[in-house]
């Protein structure tokens, strides 16, 4: 006689599989970045991603690894799209090549491979070259840049100088500059009211990247690959401090949808915070780890020297997660008391 299997086993879920639906996720967010930059994000998603795979089967075949099984898990291409969308979308090529050998030769696999990895491969990229390459890490497009796909590959290739209109700020970095040169004589409203770069909420188009992101979170997050924790912890953490300050003092401090919707706010909850290597793997624990890494981005990107930190807070969450999850272990079923 056949028996179905019973509702409590798991479902098999490959790490292939759950890399490609990570992917899948990323989609309408980077179909939103295209529409506001042009295709010049794709090139560097193709560049990332190719020099992903190669340094992930040079270090495999150093260290006696099968190449079939690994390059296929599909870990590399996340690492690298997360990389890709991170960098500013006319950085040039070797700049995010350089980025991504570091995220998978040194903060991969010197640490071990996939599973060892203490901290998320691409933040430690991004924060490598944000302290080595602050300037070129600064370069986003100016808002309206009208600049044909040919014009964006040879800026990236490095077959076309570098011009004025590459050296905008990001609403974030551009709202710091102009509250720190104000000295206090001009608000957060008077500069979201008459600044084209702010757009309605956060920024001139960005927001659409920002809620692309959150519609692939939410897909993960139906489909089980991600839970709700850390997510909703890190997005609480960041109100929570945003909101408060804002309404303490509201000329000069941007409101919460400011925060919520620029920036790598959402990338970084649904995205990077998830990690289940790098991140909390208990329930309160996840939940501790959202929240202090919410509470820290909003600390860096606003009175830090950097125009986001979401980077950042993740990196010094990483460093306690070991600790965290060992203080929020559920207690074992049936034993009374805390554990030792």
């Given at each position: 006689m056949m028996f179905a299997p019973a509702p409590y086993l798991l479902k098999d879920?490959?790490?292939?599989?759950?890399?490609?639906?990570?992917?899948?996720?990323?989609?309408?967010?980077?179909a939103a970045y295209a529409w506001l930059v042009g295709p010049a994000i794709l090139v560097q998603l193709v560049i990332a991603s190719v020099t992903a795979i190669a340094a992930e089967a040079a270090m495999l075949k150093l260290r006696g690894k099968p190449l079939a099984m690994f390059l296929s898990d599909g870990s590399a291409i996340v690492t690298a799209w997360l990389i890709a969308l991170t960098f500013p979308p006319l950085a040039p090529w070797w700049l995010v090549v350089t980025g991504t050998l570091f995220a998978i030769v040194i903060a991969k696999h010197l640490?071990?491979?996939?599973?060892?990895?203490?901290?998320?491969?691409?933040?430690?990229?991004?924060?490598?070259?944000?302290?080595?390459?602050?300037?070129?890490?600064?370069?986003w497009p100016s808002v309206g840049l009208q600049m044909p796909f040919l014009d964006q590959l040879?800026?990236?290739?490095?077959?076309?100088?570098?011009?004025?209109?590459?050296?905008?700020?990001?609403?974030?970095?551009?709202?710091k500059?102009?509250?720190?040169?104000?000295?206090?004589?001009?608000?957060?409203?008077?500069?979201?009211a008459n600044q084209d770069i702010y757009g309605n909420f956060a920024g001139r188009g960005w927001e659409w990247v920002a809620i692309g992101y959150l519609l692939g979170g939410l897909w993960l997050w139906q489909?089980?690959?991600?839970?709700?924790?850390?997510?909703?912890?890190?997005?609480?953490?960041?109100?929570?401090i945003s909101g408060a300050l804002w309404?303490?003092?509201?000329?000069?401090?941007?409101?919460?949808?400011?925060?919520?919707?620029?920036?790598?706010t959402l990338l970084g909850a649904f995205f990077i915070i998830?990690?289940?290597?790098?991140?909390?793997?208990?329930?309160?624990?996840?939940?501790?780890?959202?929240?202090?890494?919410?509470?820290?981005?909003?600390?860096?990107?606003?009175?830090g020297g950097f125009p986001d930190g979401v980077a950042f807070?993740?990196?010094?969450?990483n460093l306690s997660a070991p600790l965290i999850d060992q203080l929020t272990q559920p207690r074992i079923f049936g034993m009374k008391g805390k554990q030792s």
């Open positions: 879920a490959s790490v292939s599989l759950v890399m490609t639906q990570v992917c899948l996720a990323l989609i309408p967010g980077i640490y071990g491979g996939l599973g060892q990895n203490p901290f998320n491969p691409a933040m430690v990229a991004f924060a490598a070259c944000i302290v080595s390459f602050p300037a070129l890490m600064s370069q040879n800026v990236i290739l490095g077959l076309a100088p570098r011009v004025d209109a590459l050296s905008g700020a990001t609403p974030l970095d551009a709202m500059t102009a509250l720190k040169l104000a000295e206090g004589q001009v608000d957060i409203a008077h500069l979201l489909r089980k690959l991600i839970t709700w924790h850390a997510p909703l912890a890190f997005i609480g953490g960041m109100v929570l309404l303490y003092q509201p000329a000069s401090f941007a409101n919460p949808l400011f925060h919520l919707l620029s920036g790598g998830t990690d289940p290597v790098s991140g909390c793997t208990t329930p309160r624990g996840k939940l501790i780890f959202g929240f202090c890494a919410g509470l820290l981005a909003y600390i860096i990107r606003v009175f807070a993740v990196l010094l969450m």
